[in-house]
């Protein structure tokens, strides 16, 4: 009878060391991770990060949790997934300097089912060697030959959907002209019908991502993933279209992003899977379409707040545009000589940053700044710890398109691109369109804000709550 006392003694005993030994160890497991906190439980803190953003001051998630917890470094939870945002340029320079080292890049996975389908058409070889190829075609010594083809489309786009009017929204004409031209560019359709089955389906993709991933019919999610569907079936008919061309050797085929990737082949000599190819340049889209056309509509809202930065751009451009025959696109040296346009480009980047930052995946657990980040954790990178902070930026909140003369910010502080061997592939293709299109604008018309004080929201990119309408005033001839 005195055995069994003993025994569950024996046992509360050594329940009680095994919890402790477990307390102990999780506790000086986790006393290295970063500081911060997770939030709710499944959706984390990534409510607050959108209500930040739909108010219009996202840096604010972002700042305050750098006061509370620490100026380089914090943990949180977004999109269900454990996150360490890395602050400063400090944080900057160390992601963007350990790509395949200790991470790669990331996009969360709701947004993968809706651009690549499944997973594993995101991460696979031909993907990789796909963004390669990309790298390739954006290099600014191909770009420049694409110069007079923007300058001719956005000519007809201004003829068009400006000039007969007297009133315009700038965001969604800009969108409108940056779609077409990577249409143009990206796949050489032109017909107006064939760009709007891409852009129909595309606006459901581009609703859907900055949605709640619920999956059920009626949701915008449910309809981004149809879009994201259709998006590639059109694209798969159009390389297979394309194989074709290429089969029968007809020298008049497209030398365009498509060719680009059709012609490309893995170590092995192996053609690029198809679905792979159409997720990827669906990805491209995605990636070059709101950013480019929020910088643009960012642009043209600070030229009309600022009439004198406005005259200085204006004669800047009215100089190259002297320079030419009536008949003369732009050209790579026109490009050169707008150094204070894209200065003005910049400076309003930085105010309004086309996107927030990016993800990345830890591939291997690392530690910086005394904490460890375990390897399947994600990590963010984001724009909102630098462009607005007073220690790289004095006055932060003035527009002062002086900060990039000379040699400009300092290294890893204005990073609307990135930064470092992972600098955005599509930055000069970004630059080109900002600065063809504030050509012909600012040559042709000055404006005014229908709405003075427009909210600026926040969602993939900056967004003014109406558009930016604007008043034209066209120049006299």
Known sequence: MDILPNLLHIVVVSISFCLVFLIFRQKSTHSKLPPGKKGWPIIGETLEFGTAGQRGTPEMFIKERMRKYSQGLFQTSLFGENLAVMCGASGNKFLFSNEKKYVTAWWPRCIQKVVFESEENYNNNDSTKLRSLVVE??????????????????????????????????????????????????????????????????????????????????????????????????????????????????????????????????????????????????????????????????????????????????????????????????????????????????????????APGAFREVIHEFTYKGFTIPKGWKTFWTVHSTHKNPKYFPDPEKFDPSRFEGHGPAPYTFVPFGGGPRMCAGREYARLQILVYMHNVVTRFKWEKAIPDEKITYQLSSIPAHGLPVILKPHKL
Not at 237 to 250: G, S, T
Not at 296 to 311: G, M, R
């Open 137 to 354: 075609f954006f290099k600014p010594e191909a770009l420049q030959y694409f110069i007079p083809i923007m300058d001719s489309m956005a000519k007809e786009h201004l003829e068009t959907d400006w000039s007969p009017y007297k009133q315009v929204k700038i965001l969604s004409l800009s969108l409108k002209y940056t779609f077409a031209l990577a249409c143009r560019l990206f796949m050489s359709i032109t017909d107006p019908n064939h760009v709007t089955t891409f852009s129909d389906p595309f606006n459901l993709v581009k609703a859907g991502t900055v949605s709640v991933p619920i999956n059920i019919p009626g949701t915008a999610y449910n309809r981004a993933l149809k879009g994201g569907k259709v998006i590639r079936q059109e694209l798969l008919a159009l390389i297979k279209e394309r194989k074709k061309e290429l089969a029968d050797n007809k020298g008049t085929v497209a030398h365009d992003l498509l060719t680009h990737t059709l012609l490309a082949s893995d170590e092995n000599g192996r053609a690029l899977d198809e679905m792979v190819i159409a997720g990827n340049i669906l990805g491209f889209l995605i990636a070059s379409h709101d950013t480019t056309s929020s910088a643009i509509t960012s642009v043209l809202k600070y030229l009309a707040e600022f009439p004198h930065v406005y005259n200085l751009v204006l004669q800047e451009q009215m100089e190259i545009a002297r320079s030419k025959g009536p008949k003369d696109l732009l050209n790579w040296d026109d490009i050169k000589k707008m150094k204070y346009s894209w200065n003005v480009a910049c400076e309003s980047m930085r105010l309004l940053s086309p």
